[in-house]
C-alpha cells in the first residue's frame, strides 16, 4: 500500500529545541505504525545518531562511505540509499553516520550555489565554492535550492512502504530544512514548560519560510505534549498547546522511565513491554496517522 501520490506517507518529527522527545517520539510512532501492520522506514537525519544507536545500529553510524551523508550531498550517490538501509524487527532504518557532522556544512553550500547560479543578479561564481565541499558542486546542485535531497533519495527507493518518519536533529538549518522539504507533513513533540512557546513559534517561521523558499505546502499534523507531569505548570502549557494548536489533535505523552528503558533496550514499548499505558497514546496516534492518510483497514503485524 503506498500514500498519496504513490509515495510513502512521510512524517518528518521535528522542534529544534533538544530534549523535546523527537527521537522517542519518532520510533515510538514508528513501532505503533509497525504493530498496525504497516511497513515503516525511519530515516535517522541527526548527526549526533541517538536513534541509530538507540535502535542498536551502533555499527551502521561508524560505518564507512557511502553513507546518508552522500546520499544527501552527492546526486550521483542518491542510489545509495537503498544499500545503506539495515533492518530492525520494527522497521527498516536508514543509519546516520558520524560523516553527518559535516551535511549541514556541506548543504549549506550547496544551497548558496545554487543561489547562485539560479539567480543572476547575484554577483559570485558557484565554481569558486567548491573547494570548500567534499561531494557538492555547481554541476551536481540543480534547480534554486538543495533542500530536496532526500525527498529525491526516498523517491529512487524501491521498496514500497507504507511510512516514512524522520528524526531530525536539534536546530534550525539545511538538515531541518531538508527533512521537513522530504515530508511535508510534521509532528511536533513539545515539552509542557515554558520554554516551548518560543521553541514553536520559532518552528513556525521555520515553516513559513521554507514554504516561501520552495513554493512546497507544509502540514501540521498534531502536537506531542511529552514528559507531562502532573503539576499546574504542566497543566497550563497543554492548556497552551491546544490553544494554539485547535485544528490538530494534541497528544500528551506522560513521564515514564518505561521509555527511557525501551530505547536503552534498542526498540519501541511495543515490543519492549506494549502493557505500559503510554502505549496506548502512540497508538492513538498511529491510528490517527492512517486515518489521515487513507490506511484503514488495520493488519497484525
Ligand atoms: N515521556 C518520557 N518519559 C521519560 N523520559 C523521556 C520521555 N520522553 C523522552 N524521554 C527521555 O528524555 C531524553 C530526551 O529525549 P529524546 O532523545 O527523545 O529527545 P530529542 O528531542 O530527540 O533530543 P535531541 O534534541 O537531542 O535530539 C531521553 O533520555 C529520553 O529517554
Ligand atoms: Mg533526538
New binding site residues.
Given amino acids: 500500500m503506498t500514500g498519496a501520490e504513490g509515495r510513502p506517507a512521510a512524517i518528518c518529527v521535528t522542534?529544534a529545541?533538544?530534549?523535546?522527545?523527537?527521537?522517542?517520539?519518532?520510533?515510538n510512532v514508528a513501532g505503533a505504525l509497525n504493530e498496525r501492520g504497516r511497513d515503516v522506514l525511519f530515516v535517522d537525519l541527526?548527526p549526533?545518531g541517538?536513534?541509530t544507536e538507540?535502535l542498536g545500529l551502533v555499527e551502521a553510524y561508524d560505518a564507512a562511505p557511502p553513507t546518508l551523508f552522500d546520499v544527501l550531498t552527492d546526486p550521483e550517490q542518491r542510489d545509495a540509499l537503498s544499500d545503506i538501509v539495515v533492518s530492525h524487527p520494527e522497521m527498516d532504518v536508514v543509519p546516520s553516520n558520524i560523516d553527518m557532522l559535516q551535511a549541514e556544512h556541506e548543504l549549506t553550500l550547496a544551497n548558496v550555489m545554487a543561489k547562485l547560479a539560479a539567480d543572476p543578479t547575484l554577483d559570485g561564481d558557484p565554481a569558486g565554492l567548491a573547494p570548500l565541499t567534499i561531494n557538492a558542486g555547481p554541476s551536481t546542485v540543480e534547480g534554486d535550492h538543495a533542500l530536496d535531497a532526500l525527498h529525491l533519495a526516498l523517491a529512487e527507493l524501491e521498496t514500497d512502504y507504507d511510512y516514512v518518519v524522520v528524526?531530525s536533529?536539534?536546530f534550525y538549518g539545511q538538515l531541518t530544512d531538508t527533512a521537513i522539504y522530504a515530508a511535508r507533513n510534521v509532528l511536533i513533540?513539545a515539552l509542557t514548560e515554558a520554554t516551548s512557546e518560543r521553541a514553536i513559534e520559532l518552528l513556525f517561521d521555520q515553516i513559513a519560510a521554507l514554504e516561501d523558499r520552495t513554493g512546497i505546502s507544509i502540514t501540521e499534523l498534531g502536537v506531542v505534549a511529552?514528559?507531562?507531569e502532573s503539576t499546574n505548570e504542566d497543566e497550563e502549557m497543554l492548556q497552551w498547546l491546544e490553544t494554539v494548536f485547535s485544528d490538530v489533535p494534541v497528544w500528551a505523552?506522560?513521564?515514564?522511565?518505561a521509555?527511557?528503558r525501551s530505547?536503552s533496550q534498542g526498540e519501541s514499548l511495543f515490543r519492549y513491554d506494549p502493557t505500559v499505558d503510554?502505549a496506548d497514546v502512540f497508538t492513538d496516534i498511529a491510528t490517527t496517522l492512517d486515518e489521515r492518510f487513507g490506511y484503514v483497514e488495520e493488519v497484525t503485524a
Fill in positions: 522542534n529545541k533538544g530534549g523535546t522527545g523527537k527521537t522517542t517520539v519518532a520510533i541527526d549526533q541517538n536513534a538507540g528524526d536533529p536539534p513533540p511529552n514528559r507531562v505523552v506522560r513521564k515514564r522511565v521509555l527511557q530505547f503510554m
